[in-house]
T-cell receptor, first 110, second 116 residues
Framework: RKEVEQDPGPFNVPEGATVAFNCTYS??????FFWYRQDCRKEPKLLMS???SGNEDGRFTAQLNRASQYISLLIRDSKLSDSATYLC???????????FGTGTRLQVFP | GAGVSQSPSNKVTEKGKDVELRCDPI?????LYWYRQSLGQGLEFLIY????????KSGLPSDRFSAERTGGSVSTLTIQRTQQEDSAVYLC??????????????FGSGTQLSVL
């Protein structure tokens, strides 16, 4: 089983839609969690960290469910510019590794 | 420079040749990471440096891969006797400090390696 799993998509949604992605992780010792965004043929960039209490940044909301070992990203009022691949990232306690998922591709259409 | 710089941006080599990839992290960043990304795949962790030392080298795919960092700054990733399966984008990232709870990585634009 992969350490971090994501639905590859693509998720095709119209502008203005709300879309949500989940990411599951296998190691219960996972300590910290992040969402990165990667545009086509570009490097990944940090979108937001995911806190235990959940956190919001504008149209983006991230949540963590430790019991079920998943994190989620909710995007409200989707924009064309949100089209990208969203990477789930997990840091495992006492390791130096940030483990990246393979990403979920989002395509927002007019 | 303002960001993480990697060179070359593209490298085409013949099978069996050695290649060296370079990463200049953001000035003052103590942590440095190498990942590789094959077409349509996620990022595969290779190695991490804190300062000049690499506590965990287990991500390196084989003994043909090695990496070093000098002066707490520039890092080089060397692949000896390249194979076609080594073809990928090699991404370097740095962060101010290695903190599990606040890991903001800044990535370079990568080196696209093609082994013919």
């Amino acid at each position: 089983r992969k350490e971090v799993e994501q639905d590859p998509g693509p998720f095709n949604v119209p502008e203005g839609a709300t879309v949500a992605f989940n990411c599951t992780y296998s190691n219960s010792a996972s300590q910290s969690f992040f969402w990165y965004r990667q545009d086509c043929r570009k490097e990944p960039k940090l979108l937001m960290s995911v806190y235990s209490s959940g956190n919001e940044d504008g149209r983006f909301t991230a949540q963590l469910n430790r019991a079920s070992q998943y994190i989620s990203l909710l995007i409200r009022d989707s924009k064309l510019s949100d089209s990208a691949t969203y990477l789930c990232v997990v840091n495992i306690l006492h390791t130096d590794k940030l483990i990246f998922g393979t990403g979920t591709r989002l395509q927002v259409f007019p | 420079g303002a960001g993480v710089s990697q060179s070359p941006s593209n490298k085409v080599t013949e099978k069996g040749k050695d290649v060296e990839l370079r990463c200049d992290p953001i000035s003052g960043h103590t942590a440095l990471y190498w990942y590789r990304q094959s077409l349509g795949q996620g990022l595969e962790f290779l190695i991490y440096f804190q300062g000049n030392s690499a506590p965990d080298k287990s991500g390196l795919p084989s003994d043909r891969f090695s990496a070093e960092r000098t002066g707490g700054s520039v890092s080089t990733l060397t692949i000896q006797r390249t194979q076609q399966e080594d073809s990928a984008v090699y991404l370097c990232a740095s962060s101010l400090v290695h903190s599990a709870t606040n890991e903001k990585l800044f990535f370079g634009s990568g080196t696209q390696l093609s082994v013919l």
